[in-house]
């Protein structure tokens, strides 16, 4: 049987120099911004059969859960600099574990974001990593600095990651293949922590979220709380490469209002066009221009002609349902 105390060492505690002053094994970690820099804090709790299906692959969560964590630093413009995590397992199983853990350390690795500590207990599958990420004072791309007149972008493309969902659960008649071109997007995101940084160290962007449960939901965050208004073209939404292949109908409604994208959506100056296309190119993550912040409240959309649509969407909601 595999102890609480054997388990965290042969899984989660590493045999090399991390950049924590104090990582794993005391009461606490001790992390040292550089000097002059302000700390990010956020987390993200996975719960089994919520966030993810029992029987989940091991490699594939591993990596989601920290991609979700990465993906709100980004959103902010943080440097990742380490994380915590907290674990509670129905058993101590050892293929589990190896799984788990090597998909959480091939995307930490990837991000130079080290395990610092965390808290294990034996319980109903639940992951929560807290992150701690660092950002010159002023950078940070917070919620409420979006102002009207401002360009909306979003990287990459959305939907494909509910188009896979809609697949799993028969919502959809999806082609295998389609299927099998969406569920990366599903079970592996792509945090964009390069392209928040940029956007962030270079001042080229105001407001910025991570689109987790949906840009129709999400969105109305940033325009609550920077007391502005959105139009948006719904025709604009880059689709994923799979849900590009579905009907228009379908299209519009997994794009305005999917879920589980781990895209930005930012908000910036018309005249800061140019550089944010720039940046998008230098990450190798596309950039796409929907609309526009209004000073009217409320969030519109019109198609691709510019006409009026009554889209009826809205973000997922863990207590309202989707
Ligand atoms: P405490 O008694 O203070 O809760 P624990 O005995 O739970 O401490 O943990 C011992 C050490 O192992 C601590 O440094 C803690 O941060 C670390 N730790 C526990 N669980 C994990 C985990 N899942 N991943 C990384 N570090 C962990
Ligand atoms: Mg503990």
């Given at each position: 049987m595999l102890s609480e105390f054997d388990l965290i060492k042969q899984y989660f505690v590493r045999d090399r120099p991390g950049r924590a002053v104090l990582g794993i094994g005391d009461d606490c970690a001790l992390l040292a911004p550089a000097p002059g820099m302000q700390l990010a804090v956020s987390s993200d709790m996975l719960v089994e059969g919520r966030h993810f299906f029992a029987g989940a692959d091991p490699f594939a969560l591993g990596h989601k859960c920290l991609a979700v964590n990465l993906s709100d630093l980004a959103a902010m413009g943080a440097a990742p600099l380490g994380f915590t995590l907290a674990l509670a397992l129905p058993a101590a199983e050892r293929a589990w574990l190896d799984g788990f853990s090597r998909g959480l350390f091939a995307l930490a690795d990837a991000h130079g974001c080290e395990l610092v500590g965390g808290d294990t207990t034996r319980g109903p599958l639940t992951v929560c990593i807290t992150i701690f990420g660092e950002l010159a004072p002023g950078r940070a791309l917070r919620r409420d600095a979006a102002r009207a007149g401002d360009d909306v972008w979003i990287s990459g493309t959305l939907g494909d990651a509910r188009l896979a969902l809609a697949g799993y659960l028969d919502e959809v008649a999806l082609a295998p293949a389609d299927l099998a071109l969406a569920a990366p997007r599903m079970h592996v995101p792509t945090p964009r922590v390069a392209l928040g940084r940029l956007l962030a160290d270079e001042g080229l962007a105001h407001a910025a979220l991570d689109i987790s449960d949906g840009l129709a939901g999400d969105i109305g965050h940033i325009l609550a709380a920077s007391r502005v208004g959105a139009i948006l073209d719904v025709d604009a939404l880059p689709a994923g490469p799979a849900l590009a292949r579905q009907p228009q109908a379908l299209r519009r409604r997994f794009t305005a209002a999917g879920g589980d994208d781990y895209e930005l959506c930012f908000t910036a100056p018309a005249d800061r066009r140019a550089?944010?296309?720039?940046?998008?190119?230098?990450?190798?993550?596309?950039?796409?221009?929907?609309?526009?912040?209004?000073?009217?409240?409320?969030?519109?959309?019109?198609?691709?002609?510019?006409?009026?649509?009554?889209?009826?969407?809205?973000?997922?909601?863990?207590?309202?349902?989707?």
């Open positions: 550089a944010i296309l720039a940046a998008g190119e230098r990450c190798g993550v596309a950039v796409t221009r929907v609309g526009a912040i209004t000073a009217a409240p409320g969030l519109r959309w019109v198609d691709g002609a510019g006409a009026a649509l009554a889209l009826a969407v809205r973000g997922w909601d863990h207590f309202g349902g989707a």
